[in-house]
């Protein structure tokens, strides 16, 4: 089982542009609100700094939010953390569907971002290996295995495994992780690489959980679920050993 804290979080969607001082980390994120379909209900988050705010995968284009993100000083980049199409049956949606109405595209977890991308004149990133047709015209394509640094307190680390491409932000000031869909917690508490919707190497994924021991943050920000918390690095260690055991058995 997973150690974790209850936390407010800053719904940006419902709150507006009004930060919540003193809390230790989440000072300057913001979770988004307004999930979309075409992103499976993919949370996105809003990092607030003074190099350049960015947004962290994409939520439902709405005028409310892209207003509350303008007056908190609108976006440098936004970060993809990954990106893989498939299709689900239309039965399985009420929204209308694409493809002679077989079938509704999902874009995990990129979702609005053409439309963000020209309403905020920011910079898109996503690793070159997820780049697909719908995303041939990011600005930034991320090759090799990183790490890269956005500044001095934003690396990007490189965790293939969901999809080759899936690539974490580590907010070393705030000591959080956004991970995708990488790591996660699922509905018993337990931390969760979903194997189900793996698309590319569970093995990998694996092998970049493994890759977390190394870095020094004590928050999961994840696309899907709960927010994880550690008491510190040694608690965050501790929990993540534990996973990577548990999945060799
Ligand atoms: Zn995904």
Same mark, same amino acid.
């Given at each position: 089982?997973?150690?974790?804290?209850?936390?407010?979080?800053?719904?940006?969607?419902?709150?507006?542009?009004?930060?919540?001082?003193?809390?230790?980390?989440?000072?300057?994120?913001?979770?988004?609100?307004?999930?979309?379909?075409?992103?499976?209900?993919?949370?996105?988050?809003?990092?607030?700094?003074?190099?350049?705010?960015?947004?962290?995968?994409?939520?439902?284009?709405?005028?409310?939010?892209?207003?509350?993100?303008?007056?908190?000083?609108?976006?440098?980049?936004?970060?993809?953390?990954?990106?893989?199409?498939?299709?689900?049956?239309?039965?399985?949606?009420?929204?209308?569907?694409?493809?002679?109405?077989?079938?509704?595209?999902?874009?995990?977890?990129?979702?609005?971002?053409?439309?963000?991308?020209?309403? *905020?004149?920011?910079? $898109?990133? @996503?690793?070159?290996? !997820?780049? %697909?047709?719908?995303?041939?015209?990011?600005?930034? =394509?991320?090759?090799?295995?990183?790490?890269?640094?956005?500044?001095?307190?934003?690396?990007?680390?490189?965790?293939?495994?969901?999809?080759?491409?899936?690539?974490?932000?580590?907010?070393?000031?705030?000591?959080?992780?956004?991970?995708?869909?990488?790591?996660?917690?699922?509905?018993?508490?337990?931390?969760?690489?979903?194997?189900?919707?793996?698309?590319?190497?569970?093995?990998?994924? *694996?092998?970049?959980? $493994?890759? @977390?021991?190394?870095? !020094?943050? %004590?928050?999961?920000?994840?696309?899907?679920?709960? =927010?994880?918390?550690?008491?510190?690095?040694?608690?965050?260690?501790?929990?993540?050993?534990?996973?990577?055991?548990?999945?060799?058995?």
């Amino acid at each position: 089982m997973v150690h974790y804290r209850s936390c407010s979080v800053h719904h940006l969607a419902f709150t507006g542009p009004s930060l919540k001082e003193g809390t230790k980390w989440y000072q300057g994120v913001f979770h988004c609100g307004y999930h979309s379909e075409k992103s499976y209900g993919a949370a996105s988050y809003l990092i607030v700094q003074p190099e350049g705010n960015i947004l962290v995968d994409s939520p439902r284009y709405t005028d409310r939010l892209a207003r509350n993100i303008e007056m908190l000083g609108g976006v440098r980049y936004m970060f993809l953390t990954h990106k893989y199409d498939y299709m689900i049956p239309c039965r399985f949606s009420s929204k209308v569907c694409d493809y002679n109405k077989l079938s509704l595209v999902i874009r995990d977890d990129v979702a609005d971002h053409k439309k963000w991308s020209k309403r *905020l004149s920011c910079d $898109r990133i @996503l690793h070159a290996k !997820d780049v %697909e047709f719908s995303t041939a015209d990011v600005e930034v =394509k991320l090759e090799g295995s990183g790490p890269w640094s956005l500044g001095d307190v934003i690396e990007l680390i490189h965790t293939p495994g969901h999809t080759a491409g899936s690539v974490c932000l580590l907010y070393k000031s705030g000591k959080v992780l956004f991970t995708g869909d990488h790591l996660g917690m699922d509905e018993s508490g337990c931390l969760s690489i979903m194997e189900t919707y793996n698309w590319y190497s569970v093995p990998m994924q *694996l092998n970049s959980v $493994r890759m @977390l021991l190394e870095l !020094d943050f %004590e928050w999961i920000l994840p696309g899907h679920g709960r =927010k994880v918390g550690f008491a510190d690095m040694e608690d965050k260690n501790s929990a993540l050993e534990a996973f990577l055991a548990a999945s060799r058995t």
